[in-house]
């Protein structure tokens, strides 16, 4: 009795772990994988599901986190049918590899704006008063996005801070003004409207200057990945992209 | 080495293989990941001898915290009785099994400036926010579980018969703690505080939270690699080369003191 016992507990074992490893792919009609940056979330969300509503059968997976990593994963073979980028220099990467079906075009803009604590209990009114040493401001790290254009802005306002920490997302900066460790912070526009629960915004002149461009491209060949991508870049993808604060570039 | 029976069946050993290989394969897939070239170049910029120094020096200071405040504790949770005592255990084993981005929330909401003692640390005319006193804090918060874990172990196995000894001779319970105690669990310590100082070496959530983010400052090794990710891969992996190197050497370190620990009568 017991050696079949045990046999049948190790093959349980086997099958667990073979089951455990393979992917669940859901089984039933087409699957659209859409590659899009963090913060895309909630606008692509919504054109996700108007897009599955009007195309029966098609389930779209969407897949967000930072521009570059997923850069990094399509460029290592994952299969992204469409990728929406939060700046033009992660969409080029994965151009140079010969990996886009087509070209890439902008279809959003977003701008920086300045995060302060509920009630502006400091009066920041400018980037120049972010300047005040007395002023404790957290950034994103010049190798992130937000960091990068947080230096672009510091150009063009010819306004140099000292931050007291350079944060690798935009989450960290909103969470350490939010939290009250920093005074400041500058994030994008449609950030400070996710977290306007727990900051305010503070409107930047100078913001245009270091505007940031969402291209979008398709990168497996297919119907449904063009017309995903129409949808994104066309009138009710502006609609939906407007109501959670990014911006047109042709205004 | 018994060659007869080794103990155990040999289906064990195949699954064993399979553990050791589940482990080792990922260390392989870094080395080989290594762009060699431009190894030194990418440990030696000046970004990352700084993030390397910062972790030097902050997991050496928390280590030190974890010896002065771990040592008392475990003696406390080994050698005396009293109520609550299990829950306190639980409690002070829980750094352990929290994902450390809880513990740099937990630590947020005490030290931060609008935290529980924040107030209080400002009328001091103490701000630890985005300083590497915050670093310290945040490792020291995840490491010292390890250094109360194995000392404790270490006092429960050497058990009480010596110190007994000592204390119907007439030794007062100081002298006991300072001459007895401590050299007989003297290797169970330095076990302890060379894993507490590997487990700081590694903090990564707790000080992302909690500290922020600096250059030179704030930045340790695990940041700077997490940070050098977005731009440049190749840094990210030689760097995390140096820290698996750094791993490797402490926990190297940590065996051997276990070793000459049991070897000893």
Known sequence: ?251 | MNAAYSGVPRWLIAVAAAGALFLVLPLAAIVLRVEWLRFGELITSDSSTAALLLSLQTSATSTVLCVLLGVPLAFALARTRFWGQRVLRALVLLPLVLPPVVGGIALLYTFGRQGLLGESLRILGVDIAFSTTAVVLAQTFVALPFLVLSLEGALRTAGTRYETVAATLGARPTTVLLRVSLPLVGPGIVAGAVLSFARALGEFGATLTFAGSLQGVTRTLPLEIYLQRETDADAAVALSLVLVAVAVIVVALAHRIQEGDAREP
């Open chain 1, 1 to 251: 009795m017991r050696r079949p016992l045990r046999s049948t507990a190790v093959s349980a074992v086997v099958v667990l772990l073979l089951t455990g490893c393979g992917s669940s792919a859901p089984a039933a009609g087409k699957t659209l994988n859409v590659y899009a940056a963090a913060s895309l979330q909630a606008p692509f969300s919504d054109l996700a599901s108007e897009f599955e509503d009007s195309n029966p059968g098609v389930s779209v997976q969407l897949n967000f986190a930072g521009s570059s990593d997923l850069a990094t994963q399509i460029i290592a073979g994952a299969p992204a049918d469409v990728f929406a980028s939060a700046n033009p220099a992660t969409m080029e990467r994965v151009s140079d590899e010969g990996l886009l079906a087509s070209p890439a075009r902008v279809f959003a803009t977003n701008v920086l704006t300045i995060v302060v604590g509920e009630g502006n209990p400091l009066g920041i009114d400018s980037l120049d008063s972010l300047a005040d040493p007395a002023v404790s401001v957290v950034l994103c790290a010049p190798q992130v996005p937000c960091g990068s254009a947080a230096e672009t802005l510091q150009q063009a306002a010819a306004v140099s801070l000292n931050p007291v920490s350079e944060e690798s997302s935009v989450t960290d900066v909103v969470g350490k003004v939010s939290s009250g460790q920093a005074d400041a912070g500058l994030v994008y526009v449609t950030d400070a409207k996710a977290a306007e629960d727990s900051v305010d915004a503070v409107p930047i002149n100078e913001a245009k200057q270091a505007e940031n461009l969402y291209p979008i491209a398709v990168v497996r060949p297919g119907n449904l990945a063009t017309e995903f991508a129409d949808l994104v870049a066309g009138e009710r993808g502006r609609d939906v992209l407007s109501a959670y604060g990014f911006g047109d570039q042709k205004q």
